[in-house]
């Protein structure tokens, strides 16, 4: 794994923030208040540099056959790695970063199979429960995923699952399937049929990437199943216990399942005596513009949209192959746990550099249940909410806040339905009222403090 050169440099600016970590609760002793880590711009256009020297030689590379259609799919797959680190999604804390090292150190050095095939990991700053090998080399560690996990063995057959996808050349072998799928006689002949007919164009051109789509990700799934058994056999050659990928499928079968009562959390947030909480502010429009109509019940396409499918299916068909033995912990346990709970905060604070602002407030409202009055949090819903003022005013709301869908889950349409319903003033207001509450006291932080001032003009206007 590759080596930051700056990583005294992150330090020492970790290290300079730590200046601004204090709050003094009424009543309680000083506490720190979590702050972020800025991500190091120089680094991340080094690394989108280098991986993309690294694509256009491969691009250079390809088969001749088709050779069109594959620098297509090769050039849309290096579109999303590109994003990763032109939206400094990459995290560059230097901490995390060699305790991930340190990981997948441990795995390499125990399966020589490994050396020869050179892959980087590193963290993501996305709240979505997941891991992934992009392409390049570089695969991805969700933060959303990480702080959701029990221990290093779960977290080590995660990577061994993704260096398995990156080994066996999965995606590579995807892309080779739908390049000459798409190319062959009878998608060809179809095509031609469908471009002839005179009626129906559209919904039967929908039909066949439909099937083309659906039997790409029926290949995807035979690869998961080929990944999971890959993955055991890396970490039965490691000090990390097989069994920790029974529970890292166990957990991601029902890791979409969000109980989180969002109108109480809501109500509780922001009603106050000067500016009482209404119901009308969540009621769900209805009619042929309004609402946001349920998905037909299909098992099938239910399981097909979840993060993870099949995992009770690929739960099976692992657990013969899985032996006892192992430790739950091997590198560093006060670490392991210290990063969880920084990275809770970090997927907040990266929805709100990122303008996904209902995002943001989702996840800030769900830590606040468990940490009320935690000064971050509630300086982010300030920033969060005077955001969405600013761009309702601007007619840009649009652009910072999701619209509620079928494919949402309810308690989170039901925030993007409050946010839908709420006039200009009401924002003002709720915010205002919000931070009044805390004010004086977080005076003292000084995220808080431009908060509640920002806020507090709003309300003189």
Known sequence: MRQYSIYSRVCRTIFLCAGLLFYLHPGRAQAPVFSPVAPDAGLLTSLH?????QYKDES???????????????????????????????????????????????IVKNNPMLNGHPFHCYFSRSAIPNASYIGEGII????????????????????????????????????????????????????????????????????????????????????????????????????????GSLATLQLLDGIDKNDFNTEGALRQAFDSKEYPFKKKWVAREEGLLGGHAHLSEDQEQADSLKTHPDCSKRIVALRPLV?????????????????????RYEVIEYAYTSNHYTEGLFLALQLQKTRDGDAYLVSRTGKLLLGMYNAQKGHTLSKVVDLPAPYYPENYNLLLQWVQNLYLDDLAAINYYYLLRHHPAMDAYPAFKESFTESEKLMKQ
């Open 323 to 343: 032996g006892a033995g192992g430790r739950r912990f091997v590198m560093d346990s006060a670490t392991f746990v210290r990063l969880q709970e920084q990275f």
């Open 49 to 53: 540099n280098q991986y993309e020297s």
């Open 60 to 106: 250079n590379r390809l088969p001749s056959t088709y050779k069109k259609d594959y620098q297509e799919c090769y050039g849309e797959r290096w579109k999303n790695i590109e994003q990763k680190f032109t939206q400094q999604e990459i995290y560059t804390a230097a901490d995390a970063q060699a305790y991930l090292d340190r990981l997948v150190a441990e």
């Open 140 to 243: 991805l560690f969700n933060m959303g995923l990480f702080y959701r996990l029990a221990d290093e063995s779960e977290a080590v057959f995660i990577l061994c699952h993704e260096i398995s996808h990156c080994y066996l050349q999965h995606p590579e072998k995807s892309i080779g399937k739908y390049v000459t799928t798409i190319n062959s006689d009878e998608v060809q002949a179809e095509l031609r049929k469908i471009k002839g007919s005179e009626y129906q164009k559209r919904g039967r051109l929908e039909s066949l990437v439909k099937g083309l789509t659906f039997g790409s990700r029926r290949h995807s799934r035979d690869h998961e199943s080929e990944a999971d058994s890959l993955a055991v056999i890396l970490m039965q050659h490691t000090p990390f216990a097989p069994a």
